[in-house]
């Protein structure tokens, strides 16, 4: 039906050039490197942030009240805030104080807005592991003589990491495709560079293009995530049985 459609001679002179996707695809993947390379960096920013974050939040002891208070209110804000603007409100208002010493590279700028963003998301996504681990746990391990601290680091942690891995996973495919929300401050990623090409051939191939690249890490990441979640269900089925 697309293909038989009046307009569709048009659409794939603009979108499936072969000769304009040959004549960009080069100059997308190199500036795509940044995109895996922003990800990479972002994403292990995320995990250790986002794990302090959430035992700031999970924390009882009463001296520890104003890290609780600050941590649920860093959550609650940075939840609320669309992603793009946060990364507009970065990238164009902190160099706009002008204030001696703060960085005003736009990929340090908009890399603090994702990690900002993504770690309340991340920091739930923890705490709903430490949450779903059982009390039992904590005691066995203070009956054996481990501290509180102890029992949170060596006990409690690690299952709820395990058990948290594929929302995880699920929110750094997301975080992967956001890093293209840089290219609203001009920084020269695969999105960026796309629509830098299009401007010149006045053809939207690199677009797709692209977007090809994209597909390319976020469809291995989304069938890893299906394995995982799989083999938790087979772990499961197994116990239960």
């Known amino acids: 039906m697309i293909v038989t459609s009046p307009g569709w001679t048009s659409v794939r002179e603009s979108f499936f ?77 902190i160099p706009g104080l002008a204030i001696k010493g703060v960085p005003t590279d736009p990929l340090v700028l908009g890399g603090a807005a994702l990690v900002l963003s993504y770690s309340a998301y991340v920091a739930e996504v923890y705490r709903a592991g430490i949450d779903s681990v059982h009390t ?51 920084v020269i990623e695969a999105l960026r560079q796309a629509e830098i090409d299009q401007g010149l051939n006045f053809n939207s191939t690199p677009l797709v293009a692209a977007a090809l690249l994209y597909i390319c890490v976020t469809v291995p990441l989304a069938r890893v995530l299906d394995h995982m979640q799989a083999r938790a269900r087979r772990r499961q089925q197994a116990v239960m049985v």
């Open 136 to 186: 039992a746990q904590t005691a066995a391990a203070l009956a054996v003589g481990l501290t509180r601290g102890q029992a949170m680091r060596y006990v409690v942690v690690p299952q709820a990491v395990r058990r948290v891995v594929p929302p995880l996973l699920n929110d750094f495919i997301s975080l992967q495709k956001d890093v293209a929300l840089l290219s609203i401050l001009g």
């Open 17 to 93: 050039s072969w000769y304009w996707f040959r004549h960009s695809f080069s100059d997308v993947l190199s500036a795509f490197w940044l995109d895996v390379k922003m990800f990479l960096i972002l994403e292990a920013i995320v995990l250790v942030f986002a794990l302090l974050v959430a035992l700031c939040r999970n924390s009882r002891a009463p001296a520890l009240f104003p890290l609780r208070l600050v941590a649920t209110v860093y959550t609650d804000l940075f939840r609320g805030i669309p992603t793009i603007l946060l990364i507009f409100l970065f990238g164009f208002g």
